[in-house]
């Protein structure tokens, strides 16, 4: 029993290992995205849109790549100690892995890069009276992720001239994941 257990853990520790080969960041299959996310790191040039209370911060719990191509984010908000839940759906745009919704003003919400297996990580532009506002997430298929998906979610942030003082861990921020 005890070496099933550590077998069992050993792999669960290697599934969750960073795999550069298998990282997609075009032509992207987007029904291999759907299923179940957890929230695990954000960034944004504006952190105060992020920040608790924020009206960007939103923590994942399902993503469902519709028939019609449009791509449908189950959310959880915290409203006044209230978790509530919201659905929007993005609609496709004729680019791979992009979609647009209005919410808060216009966005444009892409796929960065997936593995599909243990993390995704969207780009999201919002542009609200003329400004614009850029958030990444970082989503992983369970509730926490091994540094190295961390460490590649930073080095995508720098890419886009966010750097750790833009990042929330929010890991341990998810007040609404007991009532899940
Ligand atoms: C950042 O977001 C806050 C809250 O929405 C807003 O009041 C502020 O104007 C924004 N700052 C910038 C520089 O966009
Ligand atoms: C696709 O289907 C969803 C759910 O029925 C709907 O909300 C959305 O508007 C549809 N998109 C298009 C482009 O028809
Ligand atoms: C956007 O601008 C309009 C008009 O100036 C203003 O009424 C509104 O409150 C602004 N919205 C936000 C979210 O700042």
């Known amino acids: ?96 892995g992009e979609y647009s919704i209005s919410y808060e003003g216009e966005n444009k919400v892409l796929v960065s890069e997936t593995d599909y297996r243990m993390y995704v990580i969207f780009d999201m532009q919002n542009v609200r009276n003329g400004t614009e506002t850029r958030v990444l997430a970082l989503y992983g298929r369970i509730p926490k992720l091994s540094q190295n998906f961390q460490h590649r979610f930073h080095r995508v942030c720098r890419k886009y001239r966010l750097s750790s003082k833009n990042i929330l861990d929010l890991t341990q921020e998810d007040h609404c994941y007991s009532k899940r």
Not at 69 to 90: A, I, P, T
């Open 1 to 96: 029993m005890a070496l099933l257990l550590l077998v069992l853990g050993l792999s669960a520790a290697g599934a969750q290992k960073f795999n550069p080969l298998a990282v997609v960041d075009k032509n992207y299959n987007m029904a291999r995205i759907s299923g179940v996310w957890y929230s695990i790191s954000m960034a944004s040039n504006n952190l105060s849109r992020i920040k608790e209370d924020g009206d960007l911060r939103i923590f994942i719990r399902n993503i469902e790549h519709l028939k019609n191509g449009s791509l449908k984010f189950d959310f959880r908000f915290m409203v006044q100690g209230e978790c509530v839940g919201v659905s929007m759906v993005c609609q496709k745009t004729n680019k791979n």
